[in-house]
């Protein structure tokens, strides 16, 4: 069976530090992988999505950015956080077949940037 | 560009009854709407997927139905349960697009 990582679960963080967080899958290959900020108030809000080694769409213009260095394996990172950073993240993973393609998410990281 | 509103925000019911969440679209053009559950501070469990063509889909006492045309869904959940109580998200997926658009979400709170 699938599972989705996601760590850390929560953490605290200054203004302008960096930032990284990782998503891991196992039990399938060739992933379609997701990141999603949830804010207060602001509903689930695509950051960016992968659909391989490499290569990343970005969603929303912001200090973030993401990286797939390995099949089953998506980065969020940044070099400088901002307050408006804080939030819920989710890592989300789908199968590349583009038929029933349910989205299958991970526990989050709570984020808090201070 | 897609929009998704569920209403209400919040609801609550006593233990037993039958409910319905909503759920609406702004584009017609859609590949599948998903229904997903939330537990406070925990990610979303993917609770039933209905593709483009067709009406509805059942698990359980859970049952969601899809009118494409009028862009609307429903969720209906049967002989509801404290453990119920969850917050609802409804998302669509366009085609030709990779990325969900959800809804801000029904809260649901089970009464016992």
């Known amino acids: 069976s699938q599972t989705i990582h996601q760590w850390p679960a929560t953490l605290v963080q200054p203004v302008g530090s960096p930032l990284s967080l990782e998503c891991t899958v196992e039990?399938?290959?060739?992933?379609?992988l997701y990141w999603y900020r949830q804010a207060a108030g602001r509903g689930l809000q695509l950051l960016f999505y992968?659909?391989?080694?490499?290569?990343i769409s970005s969603e929303v213009p912001q200090n973030l950015s993401a990286s797939r260095p390995q099949d089953r394996q998506f980065i969020l990172s940044s070099k400088k956080l901002l307050l408006s950073d804080s939030g819920f993240y989710l890592c989300?993973?789908?199968?590349?077949?583009?038929?029933?393609?349910?989205?299958?998410f991970g526990p989050g990281t709570r984020l808090t940037v201070l | 560009k897609q929009e998704v509103t569920q209403i209400p925000a919040a609801l609550s019911v006593p233990e037993g009854e039958n409910l319905v969440l909503n759920c609406s679209f702004t584009d017609s053009a859609i590949y599948n709407l998903q229904w997903f559950r939330q537990d406070p501070g925990k990610g979303l469990t993917s609770l039933l997927l209905i593709q483009s063509s067709q009406r509805e889909q059942t698990s359980g006492r859970l049952n969601a139905s899809l009118d494409k045309s009028s862009g609307r869904s429903t969720l209906y959940i049967a002989a509801s349960q404290p453990g119920d109580s969850a917050t609802y998200l409804c998302?669509?997926?366009?085609?030709?697009?990779?990325?969900?658009?959800f809804g801000q979400g029904t809260r649901l709170t089970i009464n016992p």
């Open positions: 989300a993973w789908s199968r590349n077949s583009g038929v029933a393609d349910t989205q299958y």
């Open positions: 998302a669509v997926k366009g085609r030709g697009a990779q990325k969900l658009v």
């Open positions: 039990g399938t290959s060739n992933p379609n």
């Open positions: 992968s659909v391989g080694i490499g290569q």
